[in-house]
């Protein structure tokens, strides 16, 4: 069914970073403007390294513990390896997290960016930051609501001095998602944030027509995830 479990990983990635340029060209944008975040949650390291080995820089996990697992040692072999954590961060896991990661997609409530803002200041190291927008409104997922956006964006500026540099959104499943794209890029653009990290394996490519800098792509690179 999956045709994609018979190739590489390095033929995978090669697919991905075409139809990544093809998209953007098609939207009178440079390929380069695009940052393919290569999300390896559930995949082993060495399928990691595979991709490093094929030229793969930036790695997107969602969980701190899973890639404390995996990523200090890949590190150790490419120092230029970036790593987004892109799922929910609970704050007695800050600490880790920002000794870990180089940007954190996932800000989402005042308490953690009060407290992301707190550990970059003793860890002494500024990770760039998004801030993670509930666009569906949908009560189980994580995200500012976008009525919220605009003052949540002043306040981890102005009060925790974190370093925001955009916005990220994961749509409802069952809605067309470039109506939340379009909405998280224009939320982006009226607060003077040149970053949006949308799409991921489905949708990728009407993410990068609607805006996106970063695309979040796992599925389409390492096949399907077991359960
Ligand atoms: C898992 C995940 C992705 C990647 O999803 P695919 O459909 O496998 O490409 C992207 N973003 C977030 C936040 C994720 O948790």
């Given at each position: 069914m999956n045709d994609a479990a018979f190739k590489t990983g390095t033929d995978r990635l090669a697919e991905v970073r075409r139809r990544i340029a093809e998209a953007a060209r098609a939207a009178g944008?440079?390929?380069?403007?695009v940052t393919l975040v290569a999300v390896s949650k559930t995949h082993g390291a060495d399928r990691v390294q595979e991709l490093l080995d094929a030229g793969q820089r930036v790695f997107g996990e969602n969980r701190v513990q899973e890639a404390e697992g995996k990523f200090p040692l890949l590190r150790a072999r490419h120092p230029d390896l970036e790593l987004h954590l892109i799922g929910p961060l609970q704050t007695n896991k800050t600490r880790d997290a920002v000794a870990l990661?180089?940007?954190?997609q996932s800000v989402d409530r005042d308490r953690l960016a009060a407290i992301l803002a707190k550990e970059m200041e003793r860890g002494g190291r500024q990770l760039r930051c998004f801030i993670q927008v509930n666009t569906g409104e949908e009560p189980q997922k994580a995200g500012v609501l976008p009525a919220d956006v605009d003052g949540f964006v002043a306040k981890c500026r102005e009060a925790y001095k974190l370093p925001v540099v955009g916005l990220m959104c994961i749509p409802p499943?069952?809605?067309?998602?470039a109506l939340h794209f379009a909405l998280l890029a224009k939320m982006a653009a009226r607060n003077g944030l040149g970053q949006v990290s949308m799409g991921m394996s489905a949708d990728y490519e009407t993410a990068i027509k609607l805006g996106a800098t970063h695309v979040r792509v796992g599925t389409a690179l390492f096949g399907a995830r077991g359960t």
């Amino acid at each position: 069914m999956n045709d994609a479990a018979f190739k590489t990983g390095t033929d995978r990635l090669a697919e991905v970073r075409r139809r990544i340029a093809e998209a953007a060209r098609a939207a009178g944008r440079e390929p380069a403007s695009v940052t393919l975040v290569a999300v390896s949650k559930t995949h082993g390291a060495d399928r990691v390294q595979e991709l490093l080995d094929a030229g793969q820089r930036v790695f997107g996990e969602n969980r701190v513990q899973e890639a404390e697992g995996k990523f200090p040692l890949l590190r150790a072999r490419h120092p230029d390896l970036e790593l987004h954590l892109i799922g929910p961060l609970q704050t007695n896991k800050t600490r880790d997290a920002v000794a870990l990661f180089d940007v954190i997609q996932s800000v989402d409530r005042d308490r953690l960016a009060a407290i992301l803002a707190k550990e970059m200041e003793r860890g002494g190291r500024q990770l760039r930051c998004f801030i993670q927008v509930n666009t569906g409104e949908e009560p189980q997922k994580a995200g500012v609501l976008p009525a919220d956006v605009d003052g949540f964006v002043a306040k981890c500026r102005e009060a925790y001095k974190l370093p925001v540099v955009g916005l990220m959104c994961i749509p409802p499943v069952d809605e067309e998602p470039a109506l939340h794209f379009a909405l998280l890029a224009k939320m982006a653009a009226r607060n003077g944030l040149g970053q949006v990290s949308m799409g991921m394996s489905a949708d990728y490519e009407t993410a990068i027509k609607l805006g996106a800098t970063h695309v979040r792509v796992g599925t389409a690179l390492f096949g399907a995830r077991g359960t």
